[in-house]
């Protein structure tokens, strides 16, 4: 799942209260949900889908080892 994501975007679904299916990414950039949706990151709901739950852990995971790396 490689996905090209704006940093603010990126920043969104990190930001993302769980990793949890349905979870709320906020984000009061209409860009940015936008971008997420058409990624099928989040659904109509705004609520993380499947795959935008992989792809948050990802870059939590990223995150976390270049942080502590």
Not at 29 to 36: A, C, F, G, Y
Not at 53 to 64: G, K
């Amino acid at each position: 799942m490689n996905i090209e994501l704006s940093a603010q975007a990126t920043k969104a679904l990190i930001n993302a209260a769980t990793d949890r299916q349905g979870a709320r990414v906020v984000s009061l950039n209409q860009r940015v949900v936008e971008e997420l949706f058409n990624a099928d990151l989040i659904g109509p709901e705004g609520g993380l889908t499947r795959r935008g739950t992989i792809v948050r852990e990802r870059l939590v995971t990223a995150a976390l080892d270049a942080a502590f790396n």
